[in-house]
């Protein structure tokens, strides 16, 4: 809010002033004059008063200088009280944003610096209605994050150590089926070892100690050669990875192996979910001088509700198939993180036709595209 110099708090009260002295003096200059009149025309009952006026001036002084005073106090109490009612709105404002109803707001209907001070605290307001807002979400995150671990850890542990103990106990029929109990640790042990670095990656990423290491990425070989390591998890599922390469070659200037683990985890998520659709397509182009990338899978569809937050930690949309599938919830949020850290963006799209994960780069001036050969 900018304010002119003739719309300032101090202007206004100079003009209070000045015409509060003008009306003062028209005032006294009218009483006087009917003063005069009742005098000259003996008229009561204010005769007397008159009389006093101007036939002992020392008391009439007095007399004019206390109503002087009476008219200038009435009339500059009368042209403030807009300011000191819009005062008392503040003071009173302030007391109820202090009791902790953080979502009230002063009207701004003044064009002063009493409403530019009004409109500062309705700003200081609503930051701290967020940063409370922001803060409580904080709170509820680390106690989901605390119980969503804790039972993370527990169920594979809870598998490993019930396993071992049978084992141990030699509760066992024959070697077949000593091997599937081991199998069957080993599967647990892989999950639990899975779940403890993508803990621990994603708190590097989350509080910025993940160092980003750049250098020239082709992003369509790297795509390639992730898809290609991903041919037993997708011949198992029975799902068929397409490619869908761009026209020119992109190279990005960035931490390759942060990438391929972005990547990684979107091509093995769209196998795993996407497997009523059979094909996963994986596509990668030039859009408004960035390299987009899209994993595109043909299966069951996000629920609108829970697609805002599937870059959440711990989000698992569908629990009992995430748990079958040994989801941690972790992947996306690191992948969002890792993207963000190269000043990207991720996001996605789902319908009943498809689900599109999309990532975004800006393109470096020195390695932004090469022709293909």
Not at 85 to 95: A, H, M, N, P, W
Not at 239 to 249: A, D, F, T, Y
Request: with cysteine.
């Amino acid at each position: 809010m900018k304010n002119s110099p003739f719309t300032s708090l101090r202007w206004k009260m100079f003009l209070y002033f000045s015409f509060s002295i003008l009306l003062t003096v028209v005032s006294i200059g009218v009483l006087w004059l009917i003063s005069l009149i009742t005098y000259e025309y003996r008229i009561e009952p204010i005769y007397s008063m008159a009389t006093m006026l101007i036939e002992a001036p020392l008391l009439g002084i007095v007399f004019l200088f206390l109503v002087t005073g009476m008219f200038f106090m009435l009339y500059f109490f009368v042209l403030t009280s807009g300011f000191m009612k819009y005062l008392l709105r503040i003071i009173y404002s302030v007391q109820v944003i202090s009791s902790g109803n953080l979502s009230y707001r002063i009207p701004i209907t003044r064009n002063d610096e009493l409403g530019l001070l009004a409109n500062h605290i309705n700003t200081m307001t609503a930051k701290l209605d967020t940063s409370m807002k922001e803060e409580r979400k904080a709170a509820k995150a680390k106690q989901e994050l605390i119980t969503n671990v804790s039972h993370d850890l527990r169920t594979p542990l809870t598998s490993i150590v019930g396993y071992m103990d049978l084992i141990e106990r030699d509760q066992y029929k024959d070697e077949v089926e000593l091997r599937h109990y081991t199998n069957i640790v080993f599967f647990k042990a892989k999950r639990l070892q899975k779940l403890i670095e993508d803990l621990f990656e994603y708190t590097r990423t989350l509080h910025g100690s993940m160092v980003i290491s750049k250098e020239k990425v082709d992003i369509g070989q790297l795509l390639e050669q992730l898809v290609a390591e991903a041919f037993p998890m997708s011949d198992q599922a029975g799902v068929e990875c397409r490619l869908h390469p761009s026209h020119e070659k992109i190279i990005l200037f960035a931490d390759g192996d942060k990438l391929a683990r972005v990547y990684e985890n979107l091509i093995s998520n769209a196998i795993q979910y996407g497997q009523k659709g059979k094909y996963v397509d994986v596509k990668w182009k030039i859009e408004n001088m960035e390299a987009v990338v899209e994993v595109v899978n043909y299966g069951r569809p996000i629920p609108a509700q829970d697609l805002p937050f599937i870059f959440e930690r711990f989000y698992r949309g569908e629990k009992s198939r995430a748990d079958h599938l040994g989801g941690a919830g972790l992947g996306l949020a690191i992948a969002k993180n890792i993207i963000e850290l190269h000043s990207g963006s991720v996001y996605a799209h789902s319908d009943t036709k498809q689900t599109v994960f999309i990532t975004k780069l800006k393109l470096n001036g020195q390695f932004k595209k090469e022709a293909t050969p």
